[in-house]
């Protein structure tokens, strides 16, 4: 897979570039065309905090933001964004005046959990979402759900990469989005093209990486 790796470059900066796969692949929710690779942006500190830096330039810097949740690893990322927006002075209900970058466990069935010391940093508090990568909307559906079952208030949803604008009237801030690779596409398991032609499937991907098949 890795001799087939092409690099695409954010068009709001040239030092931030995610990493793509041609192919056939499954996530949990759909098959895709190609893999999309976010592992240096959310591991190396020089990208995360560039791509920080794009997401919290998109934010109204008058709104309310006392949580980060960070999904899929995204902690770093998380980390710089909650800097990005302490500068530009966001409003914020938290008495410290500094923001929580929290991550939830998932259950069996890929539902979020806070544990109760963890609660006081989402009830009634103004949350961000943060993930890496999005391509059905049903990851970030599941986490608005389980943020609001908690009590927590969602403010915005920020991805690195994702093909899906806005899920229930949110709307969605990304650095990279399936404009910057040419001839992305995504398809249910019963329309995929590459599953009627009978084609394998190469490798099961989310957003910690993938495991070939």
Do not use: W
Not at 12 to 41: C, Q, R, W
Not at 92 to 100: A, I, P
Not at 109 to 116: L, M
Not at 156 to 178: L, N, P, Y
Request: with cysteine; glycine share 8%.
């Amino acid at each position: 897979m890795e001799g087939r790796m092409v690099k695409f470059y954010s068009k709001e900066s040239n030092k931030l570039a995610m990493h793509v796969v041609p192919g056939h692949f499954a996530t949990s929710n759909s098959h895709i065309n190609y893999y999309i690779d976010v592992t240096s942006i959310k591991t190396r500190v020089s990208e995360a905090k560039e791509a920080a830096g794009i997401l919290g330039s998109k934010m109204n810097f008058h709104a309310y933001a006392d949580t980060i949740v960070c999904m899929d690893g995204t902690e770093m990322i998380g980390a710089f964004l909650a800097e990005k927006l302490q500068q530009g002075k966001i409003l914020s209900t938290n008495k410290h005046e500094t923001l929580y970058v929290i991550s939830p466990e998932m259950n069996s069935s890929n539902q979020i959990i806070f544990r109760d010391n963890m609660k006081n940093k989402i009830a009634g508090k103004h949350v961000i979402l943060l993930l890496d990568t999005t391509t059905t909307g049903e990851t970030i559906r599941r986490s608005m759900e389980g943020i609001r079952y908690y009590g927590g208030i969602i403010e915005r949803v920020v991805s690195v990469f994702s093909t899906i604008q806005s899920v229930d009237g949110m709307h969605v801030d990304t650095v990279f989005s399936e404009n910057d690779i040419p001839g992305y596409q995504t398809y249910s398991q019963s329309e995929c093209p590459f599953c009627a032609k009978g084609m394998m499937i190469e490798a099961m991907v989310n957003g910690y990486g993938y495991s070939k098949l």
